[in-house]
């Protein structure tokens, strides 16, 4: 992780930004009100998949040369848009992420903005964070003369992972430079939350989401006629232990004061009704908030898979994925940034965010420059805004996008502020 762990006296004592400033800002989202719904919209209504977004990344890219941004250099992982916005004052970097892609489901909800791509729409609202980060773009370009130093704007492609055999994502934007040319001191996101009323937003300092493995398990018997089981080894069977031992391995082999998430999603074996299985492949997820226990975990499903295959006469492959690390939140960033954020939502709207097991890989970002990412609500019961994210009912009370953008220009503008030279 970059940076330690204690307060410095800076963040120990750090403030909102001037009042000029946050009036200044507020007036000008306001402003921007039509154009972030539009843009959202727009961008949900064309939705593309991971390494796929040819369309939206236009639609960037666009934006940000009529705002006059300084630097945009385009298709970095794939189709990601790195922008380098100059203030007119000397000073530091810092960087703001915001994903583009989107997810394959297909949409239920009838809106007048509803995906015209078959079996893909916008289900964890990335067209909302892309909207927020032109959005802060906008903002910044108007009052370039009082920013110290220069914000970098990532459009992140592959959030979602990539498919199969592909590269993509914060990883592959790091391996190619993303981070350099000029390095941010920091780097800050944030994520829509529907869980979290509309108006609020939180962050949680230190471990904020979960590492996530994929892994990838077959079972190997041996074939025979049903009639003579004793000649061969089940692999349905066999599988069948494997996966109720499992959840042994979380309920009895782990700490009950870890959160630990794992789980067999999907299996397929056997050819024929009258024969014992010869294989049967599994795919499931492992999600941890601590490398000690994530380790521990890998060790005993190995282990349990082991004993049972030998105990039946069968043998086993079990391989693991890393998907994204565990997210970590700079304290010294979440203690600058937060009154800020007090600032521009109102004490009575500071979200609580505890831990999750959603991976996120704005860890990786996180792993290279200290990181900041906020939960920012989107959710609206009264207006039936209330499913999670990944669900083909999704949506977001597009108030958050005014919340949203107003509260990460200002947070971009503190840090400036308070690390001019």
């Known amino acids: 992780m970059p940076d330690d762990l204690s307060l410095d006296a800076d963040a120990a004592a750090a403030t909102g930004v001037p009042e000029n400033q946050s009036k200044q800002i507020a007036t000008l989202v306001e402003a921007l009100r039509p154009t972030l ?9 064309h939705p593309e998949l991971a390494n796929r977004e040819v369309r939206t990344s236009q639609v960037v890219i666009e934006r940000l040369r009529e705002l006059g941004v300084d630097q945009i250099r385009t298709n970095v992982a794939g189709h990601g848009v790195v922008a380098l916005l100059k203030g007119a004052k000397p000073g530091p970097v810092v960087a703001m992420r915001a994903d583009m892609d989107a997810l394959p489901i297909t949409e239920t909800r009838d809106l007048p903005y509803k995906s015209t791509v078959p079996g893909v729409m ?15 773009a906008a903002v910044l370009s108007q009052i370039r003369d009082q920013i110290h130093g220069a914000v970098k704007l990532l459009f992140e ?8 055999g592909e590269e993509g994502g914060a990883r592959l934007m790091i391996k ?3 981070l350099e040319n000029p390095r941010p001191a920091a780097i800050f996101g944030l994520h829509v939350s529907p869980e979290i009323e509309v108006g609020k937003l939180g962050c949680r300092s230190g471990t904020a989401q979960a590492s996530l493995d994929g892994f990838d398990i077959t079972i190997r018997g041996r074939p025979a006629f049903v009639l003579r089981p004793e000649q061969g080894a089940d692999a349905i069977a066999v599988a069948a232990q494997c996966v109720t031992a499992l959840e042994l ?24 009704r009258f024969s014992l299985a010869q294989e049967v492949k599994m795919e499931g997820c492992l ?4 490398e000690e226990v994530r380790q521990r975990a890998m060790a005993l499903l190995r282990q349990t898979l082991k004993g049972i295959t030998e105990a039946n006469g069968a043998t086993f492959e079990l391989n693991f994925t890393d998907i994204t690390a565990v997210l970590y939140n700079n304290p010294r960033l979440v203690a600058g940034a937060m009154p800020v954020v007090r600032q521009m939502v109102g004490q009575a709207n500071l979200a609580e965010v505890a831990a999750r097991l959603g991976g996120e890989d ?12 906020f939960r920012l609500g989107c959710g609206n019961a009264r207006k039936g805004i209330t499913a999670p994210i990944h669900s083909p009912d999704f949506d977001l009370d597009e108030e958050c996008l005014v919340v949203g953008a107003r509260t990460m220009s200002a947070v ?10």
């Open 412 to 421: 971009l503008l503190n840090y400036l502020n308070r690390h001019a030279q």
């Open 37 to 45: 719904i539009e843009t959202r919209r727009d961008i949900h209504k």
């Open 249 to 272: 391995v979380r309920s009895r082999g782990l700490s009950t004061f870890e959160p630990v998430l794992l789980n067999i999603g999907w299996m397929h074996g056997g050819e024929r």
């Open 176 to 178: 190619e430079g993303a």
């Open 157 to 164: 492609p592959a959030e979602e992972s990539p498919p199969p």
């Open 287 to 290: 999600r941890t908030l601590n």
């Open 122 to 136: 916008h289900a964890c609202g990335h067209d909302a964070h892309t909207a927020i980060g032109l959005g802060v």
């Open 362 to 373: 704005f860890s990786y970002f996180a792993q290279v420059v200290p990181g900041c990412f």
